[in-house]
């Protein structure tokens, strides 16, 4: 399956344009559980820190790994979601429930 249909089949129409690949999901799309299971425990971590805006440094501090392993989980993540950016995987983290949207910014979802 390509990456475009990985996107496709996971945002469905509700990205249009084609971008889902880059920007990822819209707060509020279903994430299935079957998307999240493809990814390992420690690729959840380092993503819960990505949508947190830790640094890899912070990030490989705080799970006693290297700089080089977080880049890999990242790395990891982008192919595995086919979402590139720090925004795109924060977008996801909170659509999947790795994370909860600071209500300061989110105030009402269905503006997203």
């Not at 990456?3 to 129409?13: D, E, H, Y």
């Not at 990505?50 to 440094?57: D, F």
């Not at 979402?83 to 910014?105: D, F, Q």
Request: net charge positive; glycine share 10%.
């Amino acid at each position: 399956m390509s990456r475009g249909q990985k996107a496709s089949n996971l945002f469905g129409s509700q990205m249009g344009h084609g971008f889902a690949s880059r920007t990822g999901p819209r707060i509020g799309c279903i994430v299935s559980e079957e998307e999240i299971g493809l990814l390992t425990t420690r690729e959840r971590e380092v993503l819960q820190f990505i949508a947190e805006g830790k640094a890899n440094k912070v990030t490989a501090s705080e799970l006693s790994i290297s700089c080089k392993t977080v880049e890999k989980h990242r790395a990891s993540l982008t192919e595995k979601l086919g979402i590139h950016g720090t925004a795109g995987l924060t977008h996801y983290a909170i659509a999947a429930g790795i994370v909860e949207c600071n209500p300061w910014i989110c105030r009402d979802q269905k503006d997203f």
